[in-house]
């Protein structure tokens, strides 16, 4: 693992943890529940942050295991665990080296978080491990658009994006998923093509 880009990643979001919810206003409730409502069974949420997607499991979920490189984002966090219909529990954890045992979980969930990985192809390899055979990854995520002028735009502002939240807005996570070895399943433009639901089977 990179521990310098970790450690960035860390102080970044722990510097701006008590204001992220403000932040993130992006994120339509909308949105939230379609992904929320895919999953089931045993969830690894991947960089859960203040627990925004917490109040919108369904209780076709046994258990949420939320993870996150920042401490501070966990603490605001489990003040949302209460507003799960099932049970949760919260560590601080690398997504990049998770120790957590192969083939262990029926879905992985991620919401705009693979394009903060230091390395995306680490992490989704290790989103991949955890998975039970057949289980889903979900992911909501924004990736570099299609369209030559915009991705050409994204291009330009990734260095201020990345210097300003560590935040990559020109990944092509479609691809990276598929890079991996999952079977993909579903991938839907929600804001143009710069936002997408992607869902993959292991």
């Known amino acids: 693992m990179d521990n310098v880009a ?39 949420e991947v960089g859960i942050g203040t627990g925004l997607n917490l109040s919108f499991y369904s209780d076709c979920c046994r258990e949420i295991f939320g993870i996150d490189i920042s401490p501070r984002m966990l603490r605001h966090a489990g003040e949302r665990a209460s507003l799960c219909q099932v049970p949760v529990k919260l560590e601080v954890m690398d997504v990049q080296d998770l120790p957590l045992d192969s083939d262990s979980f029926d879905c992985v969930l991620a919401a705009f978080v693979f394009c903060t990985v230091p390395d995306p192809f680490i992490g989704l390899r290790e989103c991949h491990r955890v998975l039970k055979p057949g289980g889903k990854l979900i992911l909501l995520e924004h990736m570099r658009s299609e369209n030559k002028l915009l991705h050409q735009l994204m291009d330009w502002l990734n260095p201020v994006t990345v210097t300003i939240m560590g935040d990559h807005i020109n990944r092509n996570t479609v691809d990276i998923v598929a890079a991996i070895g999952f079977r993909m399943q579903v991938v839907e433009n929600l804001l143009g093509d710069v936002v997408r639901l992607i869902v993959a089977e292991r």
């Open 6 to 44: 970790n450690q960035k990643i860390k102080s970044k979001y722990d510097n701006i943890a008590s204001v992220y919810d403000v932040a993130d206003w992006f994120i339509s409730d909308k949105w939230r529940s379609k992904v929320t409502h895919l999953a089931y069974g045993r969830v690894l």
